[in-house]
């Protein structure tokens, strides 16, 4: 989450020193959906999972710009587009409506992976990476059927998460291998722009996540310690973290804020710090949501519509 605000903030800023660091967050990107593809192939469907995004996007884009409205940077207008997240309007997510569909496909999606053999799953994600990926500006055909904000484009980094799982490949060097992808990424973001893709669906952007995401899986994290203190206090909330830097209001307020920051410190360091600080304020604010909902019954009537629409899918 901290290289895809990076990568959002940085990109967006209109300085040309922070705009290579919005080659960043298409890797986190492709990161997030390979994590539940890798955890939801063999896990039962719950319709919870789409209720409470559906909810909880709603609820951050609509309480954000009540807040910016009494701060003066919101108008009447951007209050009533606010309720509807979902609509083509500038408070749309691209991305949770894309993750939405896949997880509603998912049942079915995770049904298929699991019923063929490994020979089958490999010609099966073969065959997606031919029409929905790219590497150079004619080839594959993802520009074709496609492009890194498709459905197509995200069902198919959902069916490699639930590869990986399923046939989990022998390779021991996936540290060595997420380094050397790091650095051709740079080089063709440097040497190969307007020839080599390098967007959502690009096929290096492809290895390199799938590459972070194993050396990263394959890590032995203590379960005592600062760092799986941090981890447990701030994984939960992630999600959250790209709700509130990404809503149509708040992204730019973030960017006008970084602006008056410029030049205080180096810019890489400004940014990392700018992402560690968001992270933080939104993992502060989740909590405060999450028992929020506890209270007021949300969670209670979500389980509920839950238990009813669960029975939809059951065999």
């Keep these: 989450m901290l290289f895809i605000i990076v990568g959002h903030v940085g990109g967006r800023s209109g300085n040309e020193s922070f705009s290579s660091f919005a080659t960043i967050a298409p890797h986190a990107v492709n990161c997030f959906v390979l994590i539940s593809g890798y955890f939801l192939v063999t896990s039962k469907f719950k319709i919870e999972r789409v209720l409470r995004v ?16 009494l701060l003066g940077k919101a108008s009447t207008q951007d209050i009533a587009k606010s309720i509807m997240p979902f609509a083509p309007t500038k408070f749309t997510y691209w991305f949770v409506n894309k993750y939405l569909a896949v ?18 799953y490999q010609v099966l994600l073969v065959t997606l990476l031919l029409i929905s990926s790219s590497l150079l500006t004619i080839f594959p055909f ?74 990263f899986s394959k890590m032995s994290i203590p379960n005592t310690g600062i760092i799986a203190k941090t981890t447990k206090f701030i994984a939960p909330h992630v999600f959250a973290a790209y709700l509130i830097h990404e809503q149509g209001l708040m992204r730019t307020y973030i960017v006008d804020i970084l602006h008056k920051f410029i030049g205080y410190m180096p810019n890489m360091l400004y940014l990392y710090l700018l992402g560690i600080v968001v992270i933080l304020i939104s993992t502060i604010i989740d909590k405060f949501r999450i028992t929020l909902f506890k209270y007021t019954g949300i969670d209670y009537l979500t389980n509920k519509i839950a238990s009813k629409l669960n029975k939809l899918y059951e065999e």
């Design 103 to 120: 997880i509603l496909l998912s049942p079915f999606i995770c049904k298929a992976c699991t019923a063929i053999s490994k020979r089958q």
């Design 142 to 215: 993802g520009g074709l059927f496609g492009n890194g904000f498709s459905l197509l484009w995200m069902i198919t980094v959902f069916i490699t998460g639930g590869y990986l799982r399923l046939h989990a490949p022998q390779f021991k060097y996936w540290g060595l291998a997420t380094l050397g992808l790091l650095v051709l990424y740079n080089i063709c973001s440097i040497y190969g722009q307007g020839k080599i893709c390098l967007e959502y669906n690009s096929l290096i952007t492809y290895a390199l996540a799938i590459c972070t995401f194993m050396w």
């Design 54 to 69: 559906i909810i909880e996007t709603i609820f951050y884009t609509f309480s954000i710009t009540i807040i910016l409205y």
